[in-house]
């Protein structure tokens, strides 16, 4: 299982000192967010500034680029980086794709799919010389000249993980991807009772092993040692918990522990702007099942045995900020490995 960390908050000045802090903290890898900022272009300086983390996106809109241009940025992020580069992409959903960016929002699992499928047939051109031909319903590309042409690779080519929490996107990721960006707001049962099963039919569809897969999630932790009080990470993890068990989308998972009637009692305050009251109606048991509690050096185990098969990559959901818990971060990377 590998130790990852993210950043939320990635200004452009401030990447290669962040970079070099978790290299040598000890993460294995780095992921940036597409939320204030582009999340690809970080990335270059964070290459040029570390020798061995993984460098990824979770995620980067797919919409709102061509596959074209998505392929461009992997395919020069992996050269630069050296092969260590991971494309993570999600859908984002219906009002931010056409109210926020402009985008079209029209069958998301079929254009995700022809996103996928064409970055991938647009690599192929590249690094074997063939003809590009891919054909889809959302996509039609048939023209690569040489002078568009990215040069082939000498590393492998970029990983490609789409972020999924329902049915649909859990059997494509199996199908057509290297990984899966797996939604911080889960359990271990709805991984295991849910989200496995239908990652494994995308699996068995594509004739793939379970090796051939990653499974990349973002954990609640709530530290009891360190600098920040247990009470503040506790209050940060409920307020996120329940805004996330608000939106009908995540619906899934409060379904398989019978809890629909906080989520929609959670709604209703989302709809009303009562946020300040969503965090109460949580119960110390929903707390427990979607949140790890412990020291530093404690979590780690914790995970490992709730998480054990169904995460091959983890980190916390709490954005590295370095000089802050410093000790505690290495507490963690250091029961990992």
């Known amino acids: 299982m590998k130790f990852d960390t993210w950043l939320l908050e990635h200004s452009l000045e401030e990447m290669p000192s962040l970079a070099r802090a978790a290299e ?19 990335l270059t300086l964070a290459a040029e500034h570390t020798e ?19 392929a461009h940025l992997a395919w020069d992020l992996a050269r630069y980086s050296g092969g260590r580069f991971i494309m993570g992409l999600g859908t984002q959903v219906k009002a931010h794709n056409e109210r926020r960016l402009g985008a079209p929002w029209d069958r998301p699992l079929r254009r995700m799919r022809e996103t996928v499928e064409a970055i991938r047939a647009i690599w192929h051109t590249w690094q074997e010389g063939d003809r590009l031909n891919y054909q889809g319903e959302f996509f039609n590309l048939d023209l690569m000249t040489p002078f568009f042409s990215g040069k082939p690779l000498d590393v492998p080519p970029p ?6 929490i329902n049915e649909g996107m859990l059997r494509l990721a199996g199908e057509v991807c290297d990984g899966a960006s797996l939604h911080p707001f889960h359990s ?42 247990e009470a503040e990470h506790e209050q940060f993890v409920r307020e ?14 409060v379904r398989l522990h019978g809890w629909e009637e906080t989520a929609k009692r959670l709604s209703q305050l989302a709809r009303d702007g009562k946020w300040g009251e969503m965090p109460a109606l949580l119960t110390d048991e929903m707390l427990d099942t979607f949140s790890v509690r412990g020291r530093w050096a404690d979590i780690p185990h914790v995970i490992r045995d709730r998480y054990d098969g169904l995460l091959d990559r983890v980190s916390y959901y709490l954005p590295f900020v370095p000089g802050e818990e410093d000790d505690g971060w290495r507490a963690s990377v250091a029961a990992f490995q």
Not at 201 to 219: E, I, M, Y
Request: positive net charge.
């Open 24 to 42: 040598a903290i000890g993460f294995d890898g780095l992921w940036t967010a597409e939320a204030g900022a582009d999340p690809f272009l970080p």
């Open 52 to 70: 061995q983390l993984n460098l990824g996106t979770s995620i980067a809109t797919a919409f709102p680029r061509t596959p074209t241009i998505l």
């Open 159 to 164: 990983p490609i993980f789409i972020s999924a």
């Open 188 to 229: 271990a049962r709805y991984l295991r009772e849910f989200a496995w099963p239908h990652i494994e039919q995308g699996l068995q569809k594509s004739g793939r092993p379970r090796d051939a897969f990653t499974a990349l999630g973002s954990v609640f932790v709530i530290p009891t040692d360190g600098r920040k009080p």
């Open 240 to 253: 996120q918990l329940s805004f996330y068990m608000s939106t009908p989308a995540y619906r899934v998972v």
